[in-house]
Protein backbone atom coordinates (compact mmCIF):
# COMPACT_ATOMS: atom_id res chain seq x y z
CA UNK A 1 0.00 0.00 0.00
CA UNK A 2 2.98 2.47 0.22
CA UNK A 3 2.74 3.17 -3.32
CA UNK A 4 -0.64 4.75 -3.18
CA UNK A 5 -0.85 7.47 -5.28
CA UNK A 6 -2.86 9.16 -2.46
CA UNK A 7 0.50 9.37 -0.40
CA UNK A 8 3.48 8.26 -2.37
CA UNK A 9 6.37 10.22 -1.61
CA UNK A 10 8.20 12.33 -4.11
CA UNK A 11 11.21 11.17 -6.14
CA UNK A 12 13.37 13.16 -3.56
CA UNK A 13 12.28 10.94 -0.86
CA UNK A 14 12.71 7.52 -3.28
CA UNK A 15 15.78 8.50 -5.13
CA UNK A 16 17.47 9.07 -1.24
CA UNK A 17 19.55 5.67 0.32
CA UNK A 18 17.45 3.11 2.08
CA UNK A 19 19.72 4.21 5.46
CA UNK A 20 18.73 7.90 5.14
CA UNK A 21 14.80 6.73 4.41
CA UNK A 22 14.45 4.84 7.27
CA UNK A 23 16.07 7.68 9.51
CA UNK A 24 13.84 10.27 8.14
CA UNK A 25 10.82 7.58 8.67
CA UNK A 26 11.98 7.00 12.40
CA UNK A 27 12.70 10.99 13.34
CA UNK A 28 8.76 11.86 11.62
CA UNK A 29 7.21 8.59 13.43
CA UNK A 30 8.81 9.70 16.72
CA UNK A 31 6.98 13.18 16.29
CA UNK A 32 3.60 11.85 15.38
CA UNK A 33 3.53 9.00 18.02
CA UNK A 34 4.71 12.08 20.36
CA UNK A 35 2.17 14.72 19.56
CA UNK A 36 -0.73 13.12 17.66
CA UNK A 37 -1.29 13.98 13.83
CA UNK A 38 -3.35 16.89 14.57
CA UNK A 39 -0.81 18.74 16.81
CA UNK A 40 2.22 18.01 14.99
CA UNK A 41 3.37 20.58 12.20
CA UNK A 42 5.49 20.27 9.08
CA UNK A 43 7.80 22.89 11.14
CA UNK A 44 7.67 19.93 13.44
CA UNK A 45 8.82 16.89 11.58
CA UNK A 46 11.42 19.31 9.86
CA UNK A 47 12.69 19.73 13.62
CA UNK A 48 12.73 15.92 14.50
CA UNK A 49 14.45 14.99 11.41
CA UNK A 50 16.96 18.27 11.37
CA UNK A 51 15.72 19.03 7.99
CA UNK A 52 14.73 21.92 6.48
CA UNK A 53 11.07 22.19 6.26
CA UNK A 54 11.42 23.28 2.43
CA UNK A 55 13.15 19.62 2.28
CA UNK A 56 10.29 17.76 3.80
CA UNK A 57 8.12 19.32 1.37
CA UNK A 58 10.03 17.90 -1.60
CA UNK A 59 10.12 14.22 0.25
CA UNK A 60 6.24 14.48 0.70
CA UNK A 61 3.93 16.77 -0.43
CA UNK A 62 2.02 17.20 2.68
CA UNK A 63 1.38 16.62 5.85
CA UNK A 64 -0.85 14.38 5.71
CA UNK A 65 0.95 12.03 3.00
CA UNK A 66 3.61 12.02 5.07
CA UNK A 67 0.95 10.93 8.03
CA UNK A 68 -0.81 7.86 5.56
CA UNK A 69 2.76 6.47 4.56
CA UNK A 70 3.99 6.37 8.06
CA UNK A 71 0.41 4.59 8.83
CA UNK A 72 0.40 1.98 6.22
CA UNK A 73 3.97 1.14 7.26
CA UNK A 74 2.92 0.54 10.57
CA UNK A 75 0.25 -1.83 9.19
CA UNK A 76 2.45 -3.63 7.77
CA UNK A 77 4.05 -4.24 10.84
CA UNK A 78 0.62 -5.23 12.21
CA UNK A 79 0.20 -7.95 9.70
CA UNK A 80 3.32 -9.25 10.50
CA UNK A 81 2.05 -9.33 14.36
CA UNK A 82 -0.98 -11.24 13.89
CA UNK A 83 0.66 -13.58 11.44
CA UNK A 84 3.19 -14.30 14.25
CA UNK A 85 0.32 -15.00 17.14
CA UNK A 86 -1.45 -16.76 14.17
CA UNK A 87 2.18 -19.52 14.38
CA UNK A 88 1.88 -19.88 18.10
CA UNK A 89 1.04 -23.38 19.08
CA UNK A 90 0.46 -25.43 22.07
CA UNK A 91 -2.35 -26.33 24.38
CA UNK A 92 -4.92 -23.50 25.27
CA UNK A 93 -2.98 -22.11 28.31
CA UNK A 94 0.43 -22.12 26.10
CA UNK A 95 -1.23 -20.26 23.03
CA UNK A 96 -2.17 -17.81 26.08
CA UNK A 97 0.65 -17.29 27.28
CA UNK A 98 2.62 -16.73 24.20
CA UNK A 99 -0.02 -14.34 22.95
CA UNK A 100 0.42 -12.50 25.39
CA UNK A 101 3.90 -12.38 25.61
CA UNK A 102 4.31 -11.93 22.11
CA UNK A 103 1.97 -8.79 21.94
CA UNK A 104 3.28 -7.03 24.80
CA UNK A 105 7.24 -7.45 23.73
CA UNK A 106 6.10 -6.38 19.93
CA UNK A 107 3.95 -3.01 21.74
CA UNK A 108 7.88 -2.80 23.24
CA UNK A 109 9.36 -3.14 20.22
CA UNK A 110 7.10 -0.60 18.17
CA UNK A 111 5.86 1.81 20.65
CA UNK A 112 5.80 4.49 18.06
CA UNK A 113 3.57 2.61 15.59
CA UNK A 114 1.22 1.17 19.10
CA UNK A 115 1.05 5.24 19.73
CA UNK A 116 -0.08 6.48 15.96
CA UNK A 117 -2.58 3.45 15.85
CA UNK A 118 -4.22 5.02 19.02
CA UNK A 119 -4.25 8.41 17.34
CA UNK A 120 -5.39 7.24 14.24
CA UNK A 121 -8.53 5.71 16.28
CA UNK A 122 -9.77 9.45 17.70
CA UNK A 123 -10.36 11.03 14.64
CA UNK A 124 -11.68 10.48 11.10
CA UNK A 125 -10.11 7.67 9.39
CA UNK A 126 -9.02 7.94 5.44
CA UNK A 127 -11.38 5.19 3.92
CA UNK A 128 -8.44 2.59 2.51
CA UNK A 129 -6.24 2.78 5.79
CA UNK A 130 -9.88 2.01 7.95
CA UNK A 131 -10.15 -0.90 5.91
CA UNK A 132 -6.75 -2.54 6.65
CA UNK A 133 -7.54 -1.92 10.08
CA UNK A 134 -10.80 -3.48 10.34
CA UNK A 135 -9.19 -6.31 8.41
CA UNK A 136 -6.82 -6.74 11.24
CA UNK A 137 -9.11 -6.54 13.52
CA UNK A 138 -11.73 -8.90 12.89
CA UNK A 139 -8.19 -11.17 12.21
CA UNK A 140 -7.41 -10.29 16.02
CA UNK A 141 -11.18 -11.19 17.04
CA UNK A 142 -11.53 -14.86 14.70
CA UNK A 143 -7.92 -15.59 16.56
CA UNK A 144 -9.56 -14.70 20.49
CA UNK A 145 -12.72 -16.31 19.99
CA UNK A 146 -10.82 -19.73 17.79
CA UNK A 147 -8.74 -20.03 21.07
CA UNK A 148 -11.95 -19.55 23.39
CA UNK A 149 -13.61 -22.28 21.76
CA UNK A 150 -10.88 -25.08 21.95
CA UNK A 151 -10.66 -23.87 25.68
CA UNK A 152 -14.43 -25.22 26.01
CA UNK A 153 -13.65 -28.53 23.71
CA UNK A 154 -10.55 -29.40 25.90
CA UNK A 155 -12.32 -28.79 29.38
CA UNK A 156 -10.76 -25.50 30.57
CA UNK A 157 -13.52 -23.24 30.36
CA UNK A 158 -16.96 -23.37 31.25
CA UNK A 159 -19.97 -24.54 28.40
CA UNK A 160 -21.77 -21.40 28.89
CA UNK A 161 -18.87 -19.26 28.35
CA UNK A 162 -19.82 -15.92 26.75
CA UNK A 163 -17.14 -16.39 24.09
CA UNK A 164 -17.92 -12.87 22.46
CA UNK A 165 -17.67 -11.07 25.75
CA UNK A 166 -14.93 -12.99 26.71
CA UNK A 167 -12.58 -12.48 23.71
CA UNK A 168 -13.83 -8.45 24.28
CA UNK A 169 -12.39 -8.61 27.78
CA UNK A 170 -9.28 -10.57 26.57
CA UNK A 171 -8.75 -7.87 24.10
CA UNK A 172 -9.65 -4.64 26.12
CA UNK A 173 -7.10 -6.07 28.42
CA UNK A 174 -4.45 -6.72 26.26
CA UNK A 175 -4.81 -3.46 24.55
CA UNK A 176 -4.78 -1.37 27.85
CA UNK A 177 -1.86 -3.31 28.90
CA UNK A 178 -0.44 -2.36 26.04
CA UNK A 179 -0.84 1.05 26.14
CA UNK A 180 0.65 1.37 29.12
CA UNK A 181 4.23 -0.07 27.81
CA UNK A 182 3.48 3.01 25.12
CA UNK A 183 2.09 5.89 27.67
CA UNK A 184 3.83 7.15 30.40
CA UNK A 185 0.21 8.01 32.30
CA UNK A 186 -1.11 4.33 31.38
CA UNK A 187 2.12 2.90 33.06
CA UNK A 188 1.67 4.80 36.17
CA UNK A 189 -2.21 4.24 36.21
CA UNK A 190 -1.59 0.03 35.84
CA UNK A 191 0.87 0.36 38.24
CA UNK A 192 -1.49 1.67 41.00
CA UNK A 193 -3.48 -1.24 40.05
CA UNK A 194 -0.98 -3.84 39.91
CA UNK A 195 2.39 -3.16 42.03
CA UNK A 196 5.55 -1.52 40.26
CA UNK A 197 7.21 -5.20 39.28
CA UNK A 198 4.95 -4.58 35.79
CA UNK A 199 8.01 -3.74 33.81
CA UNK A 200 9.19 -7.03 33.95
CA UNK A 201 7.29 -8.64 31.47
CA UNK A 202 8.02 -12.12 32.00
CA UNK A 203 5.95 -11.52 35.21
CA UNK A 204 3.67 -9.58 33.99
CA UNK A 205 2.49 -12.14 30.97
CA UNK A 206 2.02 -15.11 34.05
CA UNK A 207 -0.56 -12.63 36.32
CA UNK A 208 -2.62 -12.07 32.57
CA UNK A 209 -2.81 -15.34 31.33
CA UNK A 210 -4.03 -16.79 35.21
CA UNK A 211 -6.37 -13.69 35.58
CA UNK A 212 -7.67 -15.19 32.17
CA UNK A 213 -7.94 -18.42 32.79
CA UNK A 214 -9.82 -17.97 36.25
CA UNK A 215 -12.30 -16.10 34.31
CA UNK A 216 -13.20 -19.29 32.20
CA UNK A 217 -12.75 -22.19 34.86
CA UNK A 218 -15.93 -23.60 35.58
Given amino acids: MADNNNYAPNQSFIRLSSYRQNHFVRSARSAFAEYGYHNTSMQDIAKATQLSVGTVYQYFPSKEALYLYIVDLGIEVLREII ?75 REDLDIGMAAYTIDSTLLITMQAI ?37
Fill in 83 to 157: KGMGNIEGSVEERIRGAIKFLLEKAKEHADYLRIYLDLSRQPQNEEIEKEIKNWEKISIDFYKKLLQDAIKEGIA
Fill in 182 to 218: SYAMYNDRMKSYLGNNIDDIDHLVDRITKSILNCMQK
